[in-house]
């Protein structure tokens, strides 16, 4: 295959009558690259952080994402609780094998059945960490690792998101860079998920049904850290 | 009228299309009524045929610009150029300098006359500010915004401004307004079934709104849709929107007889 | 593929002749066109974004050589494997290798319009490998072997009483007493079905709406998050893509996707769009073993650098079709090979050539309604019009058409004899017409006529009335008296 990639990275270059090192051109890819110039962001999420934690819950609702507020960790797992006996869930959960959740005082809800690892076919409902939340759209960012199993946030049918108000940004932009700060310039988690409300589809008569192979159900349990709560 | 005030009238050339010339040249006379009300001297050069659109559009690029060419020269000396139709008037204005470009002699020819042509209804709100017009037409009637008008040449609120001056004409708006009629020049003889289902669902449309009078400012559009609502043994009458300004009640709608 | 591009008029009379199709096509209008319009209403910065994302794509294909080494250098750092393909053969051959490598039985597929492109369903079918496509439109038409209508609501064409009778067909071993009256019902039943497939295949086989030079990412967006199952739960993931996918950050993904969704279903955002930059790593629970992208040419590069190049813009959001005035009259299969609409009207003649596809650019009405929509603002009659002018030089257009155009054109160079005849003729045909004032036939004019009366002149010409006018001094004269 060798041979084929010279031919078809000729074959552009003659079309574009251009050689690889003709002047500029290298410097103005690496140069792009590097920038990472924003073109133009929507104001919309310009905002003081209480308003731009509103807008959040605001854009998620709209795509039929819930939203649960809850004052502090601890109260997570109650809210687990409450949101699966308000849909008539089962009382069980798989969780990503991260601390932050597995540490969590799952122990005050001896109803819940909490198992943590990858999902399989039989779960009904996950519960994973967010890495951010893009308030401009409503949408979750979800990264992949050895503590957060791509799987959970797409084979059960019920999707529990834990987010924190801190983590809450304006644009995509912004979620982008608290990415990179995390990660490395240039790096990526395996896989990076934008999950802006459950699964849908519109392939019968362009009529929307919810839950065609991911989620049917996608919830929020929005931590308030930043001491407005 | 003193010498002083004939210098200041402006200068209008009539690109009258081929249309209109050939069809129905109430519409040019309409348009000439209009544009002296509203103070312009008018002429109409003998040199003009049509505006190279069926060769454009067909891909004969020699014989559209011979056409051009002959249409610029044509209307060299007036302050305005003005069509009654917004298809032909996107073509001068749009397209004779994409399709003249590489013409040295010609270019800025092209480019200076896309600078003065209009078409008709947005010349006469957009340019000479004229906001009403004496006329009446007791009517319900719905307007078409034809595509090249509407899309290339941003006509929309113009015909809708002064039609709202004409006494007794009550304007009901079309669904799907921003749908083609399904005329395209020669794309309506060349795939004839696609072209009736296009206009087909647009006459549905103003059958819709109940008006009694459909207005349009291309009389191609005009032509297809009237065709058809004839077709379908439809009581609308089809009028191009200038004659309605120009309060001509007099002519019979399009594609209607003496005799009715 | 094959191609029935050709027998484009055929196929288009018989597509205005199928009541199930029309009634399906309303749903086109009913379903996008508002949609997208308040979606786009709704963000102020709509109109810079668009000129935006035409922007980054036009600095793209001018260094796309070098954007795409990039990008391969990431990918081959991040373990993947990129494989260069220059026909639709040579991919549909390497996807196949990579199956048999696998030892795959199954591959469960999501939405990809370069697979439809290369064929890639019926290569591995012929080979011993079951493709399950995994979008629910997709399954349905697969279920149909029928191909996609559109690119992104393959199966609109079809009404829900069809898909009902498909499911019963095809899923037999399910009840027959049944109820599947409600959409619902057979978005449940297809989920049921697929789910085991999913974790049953070998490989998942993807498209690529995006792939990023910056990290080597590939970008799928979905509603539906088949494409992420198909992706991450079997142990191969094949990314299959064309050359002009690439841009070059995440900055920049981000405009374009800023107007991909509104512009395809009037969503603000897709409900899954998900990056994927490689095989599973270290202390990964899930994901495949083994990540590959095909990227493909096909013709693309043939593109670049001609008045065709402004189309490698395109990031199939499907708004040009779902606008489109004849789309709406015939629907997608009538255009004959994969990509329908005015986009397909410019791509299927650079791709398969315009000896075949030569009709599709000439259905048009110029309305303009699509370049008017197009999220990356390409100007699609301008490139409709390019390919009648290369049809045009290479005497392919229909002889009468040409003949009859010779003649127009004769007359129209040549205004003292145009006006002569033009006289003539129309006092001729005003004589005739005058009474009911139209004609419901003429001879040579058989295409109007056919479906609608031909209004009559009204007599004189516009020319013959005004020289009058002159010649009298002052006064209008009766137009048509």
Redesign the interface.
């Given at each position: 295959?060798t041979d084929?990639?010279a031919?078809?990275?000729g074959?552009?270059?003659r079309?574009?009558?251009?050689v690889?090192e003709t002047p500029g051109?290298?410097e103005?890819?690496q140069a792009?690259?590097g920038a990472?110039?924003?073109?133009?962001?929507?104001?919309?999420s310009d905002l003081p952080r209480r308003e731009m934690v509103t807008l959040f819950v605001e854009?998620a609702e709209a795509?039929a994402t819930s939203v649960a507020r809850v004052a502090g960790d601890g109260e997570v797992p109650q809210a687990v609780a409450d949101y699966l006996k308000g849909q008539n869930l089962p009382a069980e959960v798989r969780i990503s094998?991260d601390p932050a959740l597995e540490g969590l005082a799952w122990s005050e809800q001896p109803l819940l059945k909490v198992e943590s690892?990858?999902?399989r076919?039989e779960d009904a409902t996950s519960v994973t960490a967010a890495l951010a939340g893009v308030a401009e759209?409503g949408?979750l960012m979800l990264a992949?690792?050895?503590t957060a199993?791509?799987?959970l946030?797409?084979?059960p049918e019920n999707h529990i998101v834990v987010l924190r108000a801190s983590q809450v940004v304006g644009?995509?932009?912004d979620a982008?860079d608290r990415l990179r700060a995390a990660e490395g310039e240039?790096?990526?988690?395996?896989?990076?998920?934008?999950?802006?409300?459950?699964?849908?589809?519109?392939?019968?008569?362009?009529?929307i049904?919810m839950?065609?192979?991911?989620?049917r159900r996608l919830h929020v349990i929005l931590v308030e850290d930043e001491g407005q709560a | 009228m003193s010498q002083d005030s004939a210098a200041q009238e402006p200068k209008v050339g009539l690109f009258?299309t081929?249309l209109?010339?050939?069809?129905?040249?109430?519409v040019?006379?309409a348009a000439?009524?209009l544009l002296e009300d509203a103070g312009c001297r008018v002429e109409?050069p003998?040199?003009?045929?049509?505006c190279?659109q069926?060769?454009?559009?067909?891909?004969?690029?020699r014989?559209a610009a011979?056409?051009a060419r002959?249409t610029i020269a044509?209307f060299e000396g007036f302050d305005h150029v003005v069509a009654p139709s917004g298809s032909c008037a996107a073509m001068i204005k749009e397209h004779y300098p994409a399709l003249l470009k590489d013409d040295p002699d010609w270019q800025g020819r092209a480019e200076r006359l896309s600078a003065r042509v209009h078409e008709l209804v947005s010349f006469l709100a957009d340019v000479l500010k004229v906001d009403s017009v004496a006329a009446a037409f007791p009517a319900r009637a719905t307007y078409h915004d034809s595509?090249?008008g509407l899309?290339?040449l941003k006509i929309r609120a113009q015909p809708r401004r002064l039609l709202a001056s004409v006494e007794g004409l009550e304007l009901a708006e079309l669904p799907?307004g921003?749908?083609?009629c399904?005329?395209?020049?020669?794309?309506?003889?060349?795939?004839?079934?696609?072209?009736?289902?296009?206009?087909s669902?647009k006459v549905a449309n103003i059958e819709s709104t109940e008006a009694e009078l459909l207005l349009a400012g291309d009389l191609g559009c005009l032509?297809?849709m009237?065709?058809?609502l004839?077709?379908n043994g439809s009581k609308v009458q089809a009028r191009h929107v200038a004659e309605v300004l120009a309060g001509d009640r007099?002519?019979?709608a399009?594609?209607?007889?003496?005799?009715g | 593929m094959q191609s029935t591009s050709h027998a484009f008029?055929d196929n288009?009379?018989a597509a205005?002749k199928n009541p199930q199709l029309k009634k399906?096509l309303n749903?086109?209008?009913?379903?996008?066109i508002d949609k997208r319009a308040k979606a786009a209403a709704k963000?102020?910065?709509f109109e810079?974004?668009r000129d935006?994302?035409r922007d980054?794509k036009n600095?793209t294909l001018?260094?796309?050589?070098?954007?795409?080494?990039?990008y391969e250098a990431?990918i081959t750092e991040q373990g993947g494997h990129v494989?260069?393909?220059?026909t639709a053969a040579?991919a549909r051959d390497?996807i196949l290798e990579i199956c048999r490598a696998a030892g795959a039985k199954t591959v469960t597929k999501g939405k990809s319009m370069i697979a439809e492109e290369i064929a890639l369903n019926d290569h591995l079918e012929a080979n011993g490998i079951e493709p399950i496509e995994?979008?629910?439109?997709e399954y349905?038409i697969q279920l149909r072997k029928e191909p996609p209508s559109h690119i992104i609501?393959?199966?609109?064409h079809l009404?829900?009483d069809q898909?009902e009778a498909d499911f019963r067909d095809h899923h037999d071993h399910l009840p027959a007493e049944r109820n599947l009256e409600e959409?619902?019902a057979?978005?449940?039943e297809?989920?049921g079905i697929?789910?085991?497939r999913y974790?049953q295949a070998d490989v998942g086989i993807t498209g690529a709406n995006f792939l990023i030079?910056?990290?080597g990412?590939s970008v799928i967006v979905t509603?539906?998050?088949?494409g992420?199952?198909t992706q991450?739960?079997p142990k191969v993931h094949i990314v299959v893509a064309s050359?002009e996918k690439v841009v070059?950050?995440?900055?920049?993904v981000?405009?374009i996707?800023?107007v991909l969704a509104r512009s395809a279903?009037g969503?603000?955002?897709?409900?899954?769009?998900?990056?994927?930059?490689?095989?599973?790593?270290?202390?990964?629970?899930?994901?495949p073993e083994e990540y590959h992208v095909v990227l493909l040419?096909n013709g693309r590069?043939?593109?670049?650098?001609?008045e065709y190049q402004d189309a490698l813009r395109c990031i199939r959001c499907g708004a040009c079709m779902n606008h489109c005035?004849?789309y709406?009259?015939?629907g997608g299969h009538a255009y004959g090979w994969v990509y329908p609409g005015p986009i397909g009207a410019v791509l299927t003649p650079s791709l398969i050539g315009v000896e075949e596809a030569g009709h599709l650019p000439?259905?048009?009405?110029?309305?303009?309604?699509c370049?008017?929509v197009c999220p990356m603002r390409i100007p699609l009659p301008k490139m409709m019009?390019h390919?009648?002018?290369?049809?045009?030089?290479r005497h392919l257009?229909p002889l009468p058409?040409r003949a009859g155009?010779g003649v127009?054109?004769f007359?129209?160079?040549r205004?003292?004899l145009?006006?002569l005849f033009?006289g003539l003729?129309?006092r001729a045909l005003g004589a005739l017409?005058?009474?009911?004032?139209?004609f419901?036939k003429l001879p040579l004019?058989g295409?109007?006529t056919?479906?609608?009366?031909?209004?009559?002149?009204?007599?004189?010409?516009?020319?013959q009335?005004?020289a009058e006018r002159k010649r009298d001094g002052q006064g209008?004269p009766?137009?048509?008296a």
């Open positions: 295959m084929r990639r031919e078809i990275l074959r552009l270059r079309s574009l009558k251009a690889a051109r290298g103005a890819v792009r690259i990472k110039a924003r073109g133009p962001v929507p104001a919309r854009q795509v094998p690892g990858r999902a076919l759209t949408t992949s690792g050895p199993p791509t799987t946030n797409f084979l644009p995509y932009e982008w240039g790096q990526l988690p395996r896989t990076v998920n934008f999950i802006t409300g459950p699964s849908r589809t519109g392939d019968i008569e362009q009529t049904q839950g065609a192979h991911g989620p | 009258v081929c209109v010339d050939l069809f129905r040249p109430s040019g006379f000439v009524k109409v003998r040199a003009q045929t049509c190279g069926p060769a454009y559009n067909s891909g004969d690029r014989d011979a056409i002959q044509a595509c090249s899309r290339e799907e921003e749908a083609c399904g005329f395209g020049g020669t794309f309506c003889v060349k795939y004839p079934e696609i072209s009736n289902e296009m206009v669902a032509m297809n009237s065709g058809k004839k077709r007099d002519t019979p399009i594609g209607e007889g003496r005799e | 008029p288009a009379r205005v399906a749903h086109v209008k009913a379903g996008f963000l102020p910065e810079d974004l935006a994302a980054i600095h001018a260094h796309l050589d070098l954007y795409l080494e990039a990431r494989h260069w393909c220059g040579e390497k995994t979008d629910l439109g349905i609501a393959p199966a609109v009404t829900k898909i959409p619902a057979l978005v449940a297809a989920r697929l789910r085991e974790v030079a910056e990290n990412a509603n539906e998050g088949n992420d199952l991450t739960l050359l070059p950050t995440l900055e920049d981000s405009v996707l800023r279903t969503q603000e955002f897709s409900s899954y769009t998900t990056f994927s930059t490689g095989p599973r790593r270290a202390g990964d629970l899930d994901g040419d590069s043939g593109m670049l650098g001609t005035p004849v709406h009259a015939i000439n259905a048009s009405s110029f309305c303009g309604r370049e008017a019009r390919w009648r002018e290369r049809e045009f030089e257009t058409l155009l127009w054109a007359f129209a160079r205004p003292a145009y006006h033009a003729k129309t017409g005058r009474r009911r004032g139209r419901r004019a295409g109007w056919a479906h609608r009366d031909l209004p009559a002149p009204q007599g004189p010409t516009f020319q009335l005004w209008r009766a137009a048509s």
